[in-house]
């Protein structure tokens, strides 16, 4: 199995300012995954994050917006850039290795824009 | 192609129960059939999964039933407990790309 730990645990910010949410894995994983979670809702994949590459985002999703990055196998971060309040949901980080099935997930960043 | 269909929304069930969550399909690439429970304030939790070549998949209380003719696949819990009261997704992914989630079912075992 693998750990995946996420600070902040939850945040309350003001529209416009950026926040940037680190998610942290216990062991070397292949996969690291950014997703978003309205409360109440199903899961929305942000992007795939890719070490020592750019980003893959799913449509609806910019990078400018959401800037990942992911320096090494265990480590990776997500900011939310010019935040509204439409912003306001749980992100999650969901990660998976090489070759498996499984895919684990963090215990989710709780953001709120006022 | 890529949508993962699941019903009820809501369920509530007496404990000692069965509960059945459903799931359809359309992509019959599709390769691996997950189901994740999550509690409030909690990220989802890997619950039990299944892989096409098998028709049923019994983990403690918690089995999965798989119809490939049918592209449809159902979660059931038998002697549901009031600690089983989450919202569970099912998900499906091919070729271990991403995973693509149901919409969720709230479940509520009354004691």
């Known amino acids: 199995s693998a750990v995946i730990s996420q600070k902040p645990s939850r945040d309350i910010c003001q529209r416009g300012t950026s926040l940037t949410i680190q998610c942290q894995v216990d062991s070397q994983v292949t996969m690291m995954f950014w997703y978003r979670q309205q409360p109440g809702q199903s899961l929305t994949l942000i992007a795939t994050a890719n070490q020592g590459s750019e980003a893959t985002y799913e449509s609806g999703f910019v990078i400018d917006k959401f800037p990942i990055s992911r320096p090494n196998l265990t480590f990776s971060t997500l900011t939310v850039s010019n935040m509204s309040p439409e912003d306001s949901s749980i992100y999650l980080c969901?990660?998976?290795?090489?070759?498996?099935?499984?895919?684990?997930f963090g215990p989710g960043t709780r953001l709120t824009v006022l | 192609q890529q949508q993962v269909k699941q019903s009820p929304q809501s369920l509530i069930v007496q404990k000692g129960g069965i509960s059945i969550i459903n799931c359809a399909y359309e992509n019959t690439a599709f390769d691996y059939f997950p189901w994740y429970q999550q509690f409030p304030g909690k990220g989802p939790a890997l619950l039990i999964a299944i892989r096409p070549d098998v028709s049923e998949k019994k983990e403690g209380r918690f089995t999965i039933s798989f119809n490939k003719s049918a592209k449809q696949f159902s979660l059931h819990i038998m002697d549901s407990q009031p600690g089983d009261s989450a919202t569970y997704f099912c998900?499906?992914?091919?070729?271990?790309?991403?995973?693509?989630f149901g919409t969720g079912t709230r479940l509520l075992v009354s004691p």
């Open positions: 969901s990660a998976r290795r090489g070759g498996a099935d499984t895919q684990y």
């Open positions: 998900a499906a992914s091919m070729g271990f790309q991403k995973l693509v």
